[in-house]
């Protein structure tokens, strides 16, 4: 199994969709056993199997969002 820290980090997690190309799921880590992965991102909430992971690790907070500026 990969490395991944405790739940309520964020993370991203790279895998195979069955098609076989990767995609990225990047949200807050739920939960994480020895078949399944759980990520809640931006998607939703994704259950990911162990077996199609190529890579997790942990990642910063989002940055802030920028303020706008206004014409005047």
């Given at each position: 199994?990969?490395?991944?820290?405790?739940?309520?980090r964020?993370?991203?997690?790279?895998?195979?969709?069955?098609?076989?190309?990767?995609?990225d799921?990047l949200?807050?880590?739920?939960?994480?056993?020895e078949?399944?992965?759980v990520?809640?991102g931006?998607?939703g909430?994704?259950?990911i199997?162990?077996?199609?992971?190529?890579?997790a690790?942990?990642?910063?907070?989002?940055?802030?969002?920028?303020?706008r500026r206004?014409?005047?």
């Amino acid at each position: 199994m990969v490395n991944l820290p405790a739940p309520g980090r964020r993370v991203v997690v790279r895998y195979l969709l069955p098609t076989g190309q990767a995609t990225d799921a990047l949200g807050e880590l739920v939960s994480a056993d020895e078949t399944t992965v759980v990520v809640d991102g931006k998607r939703g909430v994704e259950h990911i199997a162990v077996g199609d992971i190529i890579a997790a690790k942990e990642v910063p907070p989002p940055p802030a969002p920028r303020t706008r500026r206004t014409a005047g």
